[in-house]
């Protein structure tokens, strides 16, 4: 009995593993996905943070290309290399670009020497900058009623010397270039919203908030483009590589 038993679970088995192909109104389905193995197998994506990588392989690894390729820059961070369809109507993704960027939190409250060290590491020097970090930096803590704010100007207390103080208007909007795309291109800048916010008892905080609803990105995209599209222009058979954004 027990090899009885043995020998239909083992049947049992054997057919589950087997896939059958089903009829359903019409419409053909098979219980099993199945993989076929005499596809030619597709490249692992090479992985880069610079559009230099990208550049520096298509020039120097023709043999890997097919004899139609595509660039697509996905969005200001991320690009990628394809070919062209192969007989299955497929894909290859032979590169894969991703800009290694510094940090900021856009509508996120920093204190004064986070906001400070943030400010000089994610963003380019300008004159908007320089008056940002200015106010942030000498910003006195003060009591409440030495900050006046009517939702669109603000007016702080600032040390302009030893035992000096000033008021002064915090500057808005500001236009800023933060580090947002592959740092090969230029940096789109953008207007942005500077808050100080001062609440009783504590020190007080920075923020910046986007304010151009986000057109940078747009422009960062051509910007990406347009790079690899001068980079490239000299290569042989150009014409096999098309580049999208």
Not at 64 to 85: A, H, K, N, P, Y
Not at 86 to 111: C, I, M, N, Q
Not at 208 to 223: Q, T
Request: hydrophobic share 35%; with cysteine; aromatic share 8%.
């Amino acid at each position: 009995m027990i090899k009885e038993a043995l020998a239909y679970i083992t049947e049992l088995a054997t057919k589950a593993e087997k896939p059958e192909v089903l009829e359903i109104n019409g419409k053909t389905y098979c219980t099993k996905n199945l993989t076929r193995y005499d596809e030619e197998p597709m490249a692992k994506s090479i992985e880069a943070t610079t559009l230099t990588a990208l550049v520096d392989y298509i020039k120097q690894k023709r043999d890997e290309l097919r004899e139609s390729m595509i660039i697509q820059v996905e969005d200001e961070t991320t690009v990628r290399l394809f070919s062209g369809l192969t007989k299955e109507r497929k894909r290859e993704t032979l590169f894969t670009v991703r800009a290694l960027l510094p940090s900021f939190d856009f509508g996120h409250e920093y204190d004064q020497e986070r906001f400070l060290i943030s400010l000089q590491s994610c963003f380019k020097e300008s004159d908007d900058r320089t008056a940002v970090a200015t106010v942030a930096a000498n910003i006195t803590d003060q009591q409440n009623e030495q900050y006046s704010d009517d939702g669109v100007t603000q007016q702080v207390v600032i040390k302009s010397g030893v035992a000096h103080k000033d008021n002064a208007i915090v500057p808005n909007p500001v236009n800023l270039t933060p580090y947002r795309t592959f740092l090969e291109v230029d940096q789109p800048a953008s207007d942005f919203i500077f808050r100080i916010r001062k609440n009783e008892g504590s020190a007080p905080t920075f923020k910046l908030v986007a304010a151009d609803g986000g057109v940078w990105k747009a422009e960062a995209v051509a910007n990406v483009k347009n790079y690899l599209e001068e980079a490239l222009k000299d290569i042989p058979n150009r014409e096999q590589i098309t580049i999208i954004a």
